[in-house]
């Protein structure tokens, strides 16, 4: 009864409806792989390989004379799961660490801040990859390196919300009531964060994306002939002249999806909080 | 002080600063002495006002009577019990004995809680489960201060201020408190609806047999709605006296003062305890002047009064005053 009116504001953020719609592509591709990509991913066919685009290969093929279109199809499915996991971990890592150090302050927050400060310090990537080469190579891997390296900013934000949430009167009067202090985090003062995380947990999921990719295509995470954008990249190098088009087709999947992320991350933040804008 | 035998608060030397002892280049640091050596009593079921410009302590001194700040030193009693003894366990079971009101229902309400979640959160504190009871309780309570049944699934920005406060009242007013500390419940509301709150709580501590603790900086509300009166400046007590005998005659230079400054329709016919209005700002907190604080701004110093800190004496029944004046002729 009250969403229409709510709803008004969003359709009239166009970059709200572009990543929305993006997004419903890449999730569509996700879902319906198996009906929409014309072959499997894997599936050659050698007489015809490095061919261009074609009716019967809508991208073209790599040099094994595997359907691009298929492939990039069925990496949407490796992207997005990818981006979820990461997100997921680092949301409940950073979250549970921020909300621990706003709320005891002192010694704890001291403890948690430098932890926090030290991995933000480090650049990913590079900490990523000293984490995958211990660990050996493979997509679970990465995607467990990535996450335990990118939680330093959702513990910031999350402690600082938290520092200022727990001033707040109803907070006191929480307090005052008897609550404990686990039930004042997680019922009183997490809740109140809910906004800020959507927001961050939506920008940073093309953050994760990047990073498994780019590490994909440095050969540490999946391995051929998984459809990872990254790997499919990876193939598409030694050809970039003769046939670009495997190259081409993964990273435009690539910079729409992460390009539909932000949008909507940038939209919700200002719905969720028109303060936010700038 | 009062003469009860067992008043149901009661503090002695109760103190407390704000500020580290030392800045980050470890230089010792000046704090602010928010409450400085406070000895109060509240009688059961009385209404203990405390009045004072903002910024005085009266807030901390609410704070402290329920600990939810703790002292750096002194004791709070409660109802026997030495509160600033209690460890977190023990203090969370006794908790739900005294409740606070804050001033702004706008802030100390969940904005993500219904009402029904509100006013029943206190029940789940104190380890009730059966659903049925603690709808039943919580539609008593909100009807208690004058809200319906239909409005308990509503969130509270749904409310006017008034309405607001009376929720966070009902939220005190759950799990049966004895004492409650109303920490200018009525400063954030209309004047029209001033007036509604006041008696509702006046109403309610004469149902429920309810103890106040009264912070206004407002004479009126004050005088009001308290049995007996305690004025505040910077972090001491000035005067303590029962409500009538304070505003009939004020001894403190302080407090007479004050009541000077009340703006009236009327023009009052001088009742001898007049002192030219007082200018300026209090001084400042981290460096309060030498002996009695309020020297600075006195029509009536001495030489003295810059060096001696005069305690609370007797200056009439159940009237004391911390003056210097009263030191040698203690008598009317």
């Known amino acids: 009864m009250k969403l229409p009116a709510q709803l008004r504001p969003v359709l009239r953020n166009p970059q709200f409806v572009a990543g929305v719609i993006l997004l419903l592509v890449v999730l569509f591709s ?62 409940v890592i950073g979250v549970s660490l921020g909300l621990l150090a706003g709320y005891y302050g002192g010694r704890v927050d001291r403890v948690i801040s430098f932890v926090t400060d030290l991995t933000w310090a480090l650049p990913p990537i590079v900490l990523a990859l000293a984490i995958v080469t211990a660990l050996g190579p493979s997509l679970n891997n990465v995607v467990i390196a990535i996450a335990l390296v990118s939680w330093a900013g959702y513990s910031r934000l999350i402690r600082s919300k938290a520092q200022s949430l727990k001033n707040m009167p109803y907070v006191e ?70 046939a670009p088009w495997i190259s081409i087709f993964p990273g435009l999947a690539l910079v729409c999806t992460a390009l539909g992320f932000n949008l909507l991350g940038e939209g919700l933040r200002d719905l969720l909080d028109p303060r936010m804008k700038v | 002080m009062s003469l009860d035998p067992a008043p149901l608060v009661q503090t002695a030397g109760l103190t407390k600063s ?159 408190p004895d004492f409650l500390v109303l920490d200018e419940p009525t400063s954030a509301l209309d004047v029209s609806v001033q007036a509604q709150v006041l008696n509702l709580l006046k ?48 001894r403190h230079p302080y407090t007479r003062t004050l009541l000077q400054a009340i703006p009236s329709v009327v023009r009052r016919e001088p009742a001898g305890w007049e002192l030219p209005i007082i200018e300026g700002d209090p001084p400042s907190q981290t460096s309060p002047p030498p002996g009695c604080h309020f020297h600075p701004r006195c029509p009536l110093r001495m030489p003295e009064c810059s060096v001696t800190q005069p305690a609370l004496a007797q200056v009439g029944l159940d009237h004391s005053a911390a003056c210097l004046l009263y030191r040698v002729a203690p008598q009317e």
Request: glycine residues 8%; charged residues 20%.
């Open chain 1, 173 to 242: 009067a929480a307090r005052a009531l008897g609550e404990s202090d686990f039930s004042i985090m997680f019922r009183y003062i997490l809740p109140n964060t809910y906004g800020l995380i959507i927001v961050l947990a939506t920008l940073s999921v093309p953050a994760a994306i990047l990073s498994t990719t780019a590490l994909s295509f440095l050969g540490l995470g999946s391995q051929p002939p998984a459809p990872d954008w990254g790997v499919i990249l990876n193939e598409g190098i030694a050809y970039m002249h003769s």
């Open chain 2, 203 to 250: 109403e309610l501590q004469e149902r429920f047999s309810l103890t106040y603790l009264f912070i206004s900086h407002n004479m009126a509300v004050i005088r009001y709605m308290s049995d007996r009166i305690a004025v505040m400046y910077l972090g001491r007590t000035l005067e303590v006296a029962p409500s009538a005998s304070l505003f009939a005659a004020p």
């Open chain 1, 30 to 91: 996700a879902l319906g792989a198996d009906m929409i990509a014309p072959k499997s991913f894997e599936e050659m066919d050698i007489p015809s390989s490095l061919a261009p685009p074609s009716r019967q290969y809508p991208l073209g093929t790599d040099h094994y004379g595997r359907c691009i279109f298929s492939r990039v199809v069925y990496g949407s499915r490796i992207a997005l799961r990818v981006g979820l996991i990461v997100v997921t971990i680092e949301t």
């Open chain 2, 18 to 176: 704000f500020g580290s002892r030392h800045d980050l280049f470890g230089r010792p640091r000046l704090l602010v002495r928010a409450v400085d050596d406070v000895s109060l009593s509240i009688a059961r079921g009385e209404t203990l006002g405390l009045v004072g410009e903002s910024g005085c302590g009266k807030s901390t001194l609410g704070n402290l009577l329920i600990r939810l700040e703790d002292a750096d030193n002194g004791e709070v009693v409660f109802d026997g019990q030495r509160l600033t003894d209690l460890n977190e366990r023990e203090l969370r079971r006794l908790r739900r004995r005294f409740q606070i009101i804050f001033q702004d229902p706008q802030s100390s309400l969940d904005p993500r809680m219904t009402v029904r979640a509100i006013v029943a959160e206190p029940l789940t504190v104190a380890g009730w489960s059966d659903r049925a009871k603690i709808a039943e309780r919580v539609a008593f309570v909100l009807e208690t201060v004058g809200l319906g049944r239909e409005q308990m699934s509503r969130f509270p920005h749904e409310f006017s201020g008034g309405q607001r406060q009376r929720i966070a009242i009902a939220r005190a007013l759950t799990i049966n």
